[in-house]
């Protein structure tokens, strides 16, 4: 009986955990700062650290050659995804993929709280002709997209500001941004979405299709293998 109670123990304590927000904060002054926090940890996802940057062109190479490997294996898979489905049935895979992406937001949306939004932009150009130009295109963009935002989401707090600038002739981008979903949500959202997107790729064969790929390619590698070893007994 304790074994249950035990169980039980540990079930509720992480439904507890999945109560508490991931908290996602964005400052962009020059570069942008992002930070991701739940409960007590807080990680640090931008800008990318020196000793991230050292490693990463140490290993540029091998990442190029990983790249263009897998470029030629995507490539080879969506020439056969063409072949067996056409263009209209590519068309309707990627209708139904941007379909799955919007809908996942729109239930994740109404859960995202906002606690501070802020955002300026100054606008600037050569001359002041252009400046006009990019201020009214600057306008009709950020201001709507900013309300869109504010509106699908729990917004408390957000504040924009457009303004043109004629002397300095450069634009200038200042913006903070606050949010927090609970785990809940999230994984229930994203989970759902994973769901049905391999419902879908069960139903358009693609699944097996990758299947065929995978051993393919697997066979291919054995053949080389064997070849390999051949040579060097020879």
Excluded at 159 to 169: H, K, L, N, T, W
Excluded at 174 to 186: H, I, N, R
Excluded at 193 to 215: F, H
Aim: hydrophobic share 45%; glycine share 6%.
């Amino acid at each position: 009986m304790w074994i249950l109670w035990t169980i039980l123990g540990i079930l509720a304590f992480l439904l507890l955990l999945t109560a508490f927000p991931l908290v996602l904060s964005v400052r962009y002054e020059q570069e942008p700062y992002v930070f991701l926090q739940y409960l007590f940890f807080k990680f640090h996802v931008a800008p990318v650290s020196e000793e991230a940057k050292e490693n990463g062109e140490d290993s540029e190479k091998e990442s190029k050659k990983k790249l263009k490997k897998q470029g030629k294996v995507w490539f080879s898979f969506f020439h056969s995804l063409w072949k067996k489905k056409g263009l209209n049935g590519l068309f309707f895979l990627l209708q139904e993929a941007v379909s799955l992406f919007t809908g996942a937001l729109k239930k994740l949306a109404p859960h995202i709280h906002v606690s501070r939004l802020l955002l300026q932009v100054e606008v600037g150009e050569a001359n002041a002709a252009d400046t006009a130009l990019a201020y009214g295109k600057a306008c009709s963009i950020v201001y709507p997209s900013v309300g869109a935002l504010a509106g699908m989401t729990k917004c408390k707090k957000y504040a924009v500001e457009v303004s043109p600038d004629f002397e300095s002739g450069s634009t200038v981008i200042q913006g903070e941004l606050k949010a927090s979903v609970p785990v809940f949500f999230l994984l229930a959202v994203g989970i759902s979405a994973i769901l049905r997107g391999i419902l879908l790729l069960k139903k358009e064969g693609i699944l097996d299709l990758l299947q065929k790929r995978k051993s393919a390619d697997a066979d291919t590698s054995h053949e080389k293998g064997q070849s390999t070893e051949n040579k060097k007994e020879n």
